[in-house]
């Protein structure tokens, strides 16, 4: 079973990889050719709109995790029938949610104007372009949603990457030619929901010809449906605190700045999110086997992958969090130029931001496998009311800068109690000896960040010295963290875990 799993995992995070390369290298030269074509106010408009939607999605209230967990029991029994009867309860709610996001999002229409300071682009419509973007969100639900759940409970999104690299690339590659040739914003975003309905067709029928025993029927018994529901009242919270985390600055610097700071941040953004996102496929692919480990191995067993895990984590992070601090500005000053740079401020938070988030990457996926989400469901709540007066005051006097450190802040008081939840409710242990290893990978990291981020200091400018300070990047932190580590069982079995075929 473990084999299974691990080799489910690898297959899943090779091809949601290369899916996410594309995803990262496409969005990248159209961010390119926005800018360049038509002006950072664009890039602005495009990340507002997402930002905004990202809000109404709030509406799926977490149904897809809290399902896609009840599946995991049914599919280690071999259940075909309350799965069924689960998937048919998910085409139900994704048809509602659908809706509801569409009608609140025409009901934000009106109120456009407020989430934008100074003057939209001449040549485009607020509100004709605010409608496209959410008749795409609203058809991601409606057109076969949730058939994707299949895929992830079986461990087999791999399958939905693959597909959905075709179609991606195809969507991206239309989408460049058409600013090249037309130059114009509205041919650029008429794609999205064409593309959103062939993505979700496509993968419905292949997961139909994967799992031709599982249809649309049935019903689930009143004791699971209150199990369900109280997961998915749980996991709004947790929606809603990761929209939020994500979606609110964006809107709070096109309210109080402008959607020119919106672009020029969303570029800095962009990067970061692109790294983040790869870390996350790990994750998104090892949930479901965690969930099936917590389900089938002892505690102790469990403890120890967790305690590996971190230690991976960690490596892993470093190695990013050092090259973004090291490669940040060099890269954007041949990317965008020095006239569409922020300062080395905005960097140093941005570099703490992604640090802070995804050093909680192991906790937060160990909760979303055991499904811990009732108990953890205040916390959410908590985050929010911070992240949101944080940034709504912090903005009025340090601008930029306010943003991005209530975020910090926000996700810094949400540490203790994501942790506390965890080790009580999974592992049934104290969380002392977790926080004294963090302490110490904080104080390495901040050894080795300092240390790479001198010695770059060296490197010539231009696409050499990027190239010189990426080989600083990838020698000195993986080099001294397998100096240090090689000898510990967490190292040996990361090790052991990476190359078992």
């Avoid at 470093?318 to 905005?346: A, G, I, R």
């Amino acid at each position: 079973m473990s084999t299974s799993r691990s080799k489910n995992a690898k297959r899943n995070i090779l091809f949601a990889v290369i899916n996410k390369l594309a995803n990262i290298l496409f969005p990248f030269a159209i961010r390119t050719v926005l800018l360049y074509i038509l002006g950072k106010e664009y890039l602005g408009l495009d990340s507002l709109f997402s930002s905004i939607l990202s809000f109404l999605s709030l509406a799926e209230l977490g149904v897809g995790s809290a399902l896609v967990f009840n599946m995991y029991k049914p599919i280690a029994e071999d259940d075909s029938a309350l799965i069924c009867a689960l998937l048919n309860l998910y085409r139900k709610l994704y048809r509602i949610i659908g809706c509801i996001i569409f009608g609140v999002g025409i009901c934000l229409v009106p109120f456009l104007d407020s989430f934008v300071k100074g003057d939209c682009p001449a040549d485009v419509n607020l509100y004709v372009l605010y409608l496209v973007f959410l008749l795409n969100s609203a058809l991601s639900y409606w057109v076969y949603g949730y058939k994707s759940s299949l895929l992830a409970a079986h461990q087999r999104s791999d399958v939905g990457s693959l597909w959905g690299l075709v179609t991606q690339t195809a969507m991206y590659a239309i989408q460049i030619a058409a600013l090249f040739v037309f130059r114009n914003y509205y041919w650029y975003i008429l794609w999205l929901p064409v593309f959103t309905v062939l993505t979700n067709v496509v993968t419905a029928k292949i997961t139909d010809r994967m799992y031709p025993e599982y249809k649309c029927v049935g019903e689930i018994n009143d004791e699971l449906k209150k199990d369900i529901k109280k997961k998915v009242i749980a996991l709004f919270g947790t929606k809603a605190n990761s929209i939020v985390l994500h979606a609110l600055d964006n809107i709070v610097i096109s309210a109080f700045i402008g959607l020119g700071m919106v672009g020029l941040y969303g570029n800095y953004y962009y990067i970061m999110s692109a790294i983040a996102g790869i870390i996350a496929i790990v994750y998104n692919s090892i949930t479901a086997g965690i969930g099936n480990s917590l389900q089938t191995e002892s505690v102790e067993k469990n403890y120890f992958d967790f305690n590996v895990l971190t230690f991976a984590n960690f490596w892993m992070v470093l190695f990013c969090t050092t090259s973004l601090l090291c490669l940040y500005q060099p890269f954007m000053k041949l990317w965008v130029h020095e006239k569409n740079m922020l300062d080395m401020w905005v960097v140093i938070l941005l570099v703490i931001y992604f640090y802070v988030y995804q050093i909680r990457k192991v906790v937060l996926t160990y909760k979303d496998a055991g499904g811990i989400w009732w108990e953890d469901r205040y916390r959410p709540y908590i985050v929010m009311i911070v992240n949101l007066v944080g940034n709504l005051v912090m903005v009025q006097f340090i601008g930029i800068y306010g943003v991005i450190l209530s975020t910090i802040i926000s996700m810094l008081v949400s540490i203790p109690i994501e942790n506390y939840t965890v080790f009580k409710y999974i592992f049934n242990k104290r969380s002392g000896d977790f926080y004294k290893k963090n302490a110490l990978y904080i104080i390495l990291g901040t050894a080795v960040c300092l240390l790479t981020y001198q010695v770059c200091g060296f490197a010539p400018d231009g696409i050499l010295g990027l190239c010189v300070r990426a080989v600083i990047c990838l020698v000195i932190p993986n080099a001294i963290i397998v100096l240090l580590f090689r000898k510990t069982k967490e190292f040996k079995h990361a090790k052991f875990l990476l190359l078992r075929r």
